[in-house]
């Protein structure tokens, strides 16, 4: 009976073994050799796939970096662009203003503000006005060359404004009292700027309502006032001082200021080819009554 169930145990489990060995046969379709090839496959397809995945987002990463350095590149640029017209434009607006101010013969005539605004003393390029005005400024003469002040026009003072000549200035205008009350003023004369030492040889005449004078500096040697000059400067930045008393409302004086490089003066020479010189003529009220 021993022997008996022991065979039977014996029969009872190779059967078994062979249907599961059978039902895994049908069930995978594989041997175990083949099972052990493909699970190191699956493991690096997994690899793989993770991989491409992290290239993948590493891309994206890499492109929206490299988008946004190329955005702020972009505005960078802009800005860089837009200073650099700024600078060109604000070289360009100083230079032309250096241009035109280097140029020989600026003049110009300003009364106090305060006085005009207070009193009425105003300026005018005509004996008639209908606005006051209290700064005028002639025209510039560029590149004057020396003359003699026997050739400028006789009656150089009968016209208005700006009349310049190819090689002096001269300008006309009016003093006017708009205001109610009678008062007394003085002007001056005065020199802003002079390069190359060409005061030496300018000459200013001075016609106040048609009385003519006219002023040059003081010899380069210190020996008195040139032959032709009625009178010297008064100083080395200031040409001459006018004044008027019992300045009435309504009255006007009117001025004529012609400049020029007189050719015969001794000091007219090469060493001041392309110096300039600047003028401005100052009116102010110093008593009213």
Sequence with gaps: MADK?????????????????????????????????????????????????????????????????????????????????????????AYAIAYFYDKFGSFT??????????Q??????????????????????????????????????????????ENYIAYTFYLINSGEDTLSYE???????????????VRIAVYKNGERTLYGKTKSNGTGMESDCDKEFLSATTVMRTRAEGFKPKDRDKYTIVIWLEGNDPDCVDKIIGGTIKFTMLFKIIETT
């Design 187 to 201: 002007g001056e004369l005065v020199i802003d700027n002079v390069t190359k030492g060409v005061d030496e040889a």
């Design 5 to 93: 169930a022991e065979e039977t145990v014996k029969v009872d489990a190779s059967p078994n073994d062979g249907a599961g060995q059978a039902a895994n046969g049908e069930d995978t379709g594989q041997t175990a050799a083949e099972v052990q090839e493909t699970a190191p496959a699956k493991t690096k397809k997994s690899k793989r796939n993770k991989s491409d995945k992290s290239e993948r987002i590493r891309d994206v990463v890499e492109l929206r970096r490299t988008a946004k350095e190329v955005k702020k590149h972009m505005i960078v640029t802009r800005v860089m662009a837009l200073l650099v017209g700024i600078l060109v434009a604000i070289v360009a607006v």
């Design 109 to 118: 005539v300003k009364v106090n503000k305060y006085d005009m605004a207070r």
């Design 120 to 165: 009425g003393l105003c300026l005018s390029e005509t004996p008639e006005y209908d606005h006051t005005i209290s700064e005028l400024n002639a025209d510039i003469v560029y590149d004057m060359t020396n003359i003699s002040g026997n050739d400028l026009p006789a009656n150089i003072d009968m016209v208005n404004g700006s009349h310049n000549g």
